[in-house]
């Protein structure tokens, strides 16, 4: 597998460039489709959470968005008029909603621009690192997956439906996966 990814050729890279541009489309639409779902919750519901999970509904939302920031202001410098803090707690599902739209859009587009094997310096925890870009988005769309599925687990846990936020559901609310028949 080492072998075979340092052979890569270009044309090879701008489909996978084309790949990772669909997961961050898909990672925005997960993202609203599951705000969307707990806009309908009413807010003792956004107070439930389970052990193993990062805290509550509200809670985990707004920390998978202000980190969905901070990596956009690490990949571009790209910072919100009103940067969301989990500092600050649960704004709001419709404050989040906007926050979402804001980030989808920017980390799709950065999707399409970032050159996977740069490197940036930067000093995390005390220590130093170096780190490629592609890797900040790597991190960006795993952290969202984590943490939609705390939240749908969180849901399911109390016997609230969480929507399907997978990539069948994707592609079939998209056009992209369409039904031919028998």
């Known amino acids: 597998i080492v072998l075979r990814a340092a052979m890569i050729r270009r ?10 541009i669909e997961l961050f489309r898909q990672n925005a639409w997960a993202n ?9 919750l009413p807010p003792q519901q956004l107070e439930l959470t389970i052990a193993g999970t990062y805290g509550t509904i509200g809670v985990t939302l707004t ?7 901070r990596y956009i202001r690490t ?25 979402a739209r804001w980030s989808g859009e920017r980390l799709t587009a950065l999707s399409e621009i970032v050159e996977p094997g740069e490197t940036f310096d930067q000093a995390y925890g005390g220590k130093r690192y170096r780190t490629a870009r592609g890797i900040v988005l790597v991190q960006a769309f795993e952290h969202g997956t984590e ?6 687990v969180t ?3 109390h016997g609230i439906t969480p929507p399907a936020l997978d990539g069948w559901t994707y592609g079939h609310r998209t ?6 028949g028998a």
Request: charged content about 25%; hydrophobic content about 40%; glycine content about 6%.
């Open 32 to 40: 609203e489709r599951l705000l969307e779902a707990c806009r309908a």
């Open 175 to 180: 056009g992209r996966a369409v039904e031919l």
């Open 75 to 99: 990949l571009s410098g790209d910072v919100r008029a009103a940067p969301l803090s989990e500092r600050n707690g649960f704004p709001g599902i419709d404050a989040l909603v906007e926050h």
């Open 11 to 20: 044309d090879e890279v701008s489909t996978m460039d084309r790949v990772s």
């Open 147 to 152: 943490h939609r599925a705390h939240v749908t």
């Open 63 to 69: 920390h998978l968005l202000a980190a969905e920031q």
């Open 155 to 157: 849901m399911s846990f």
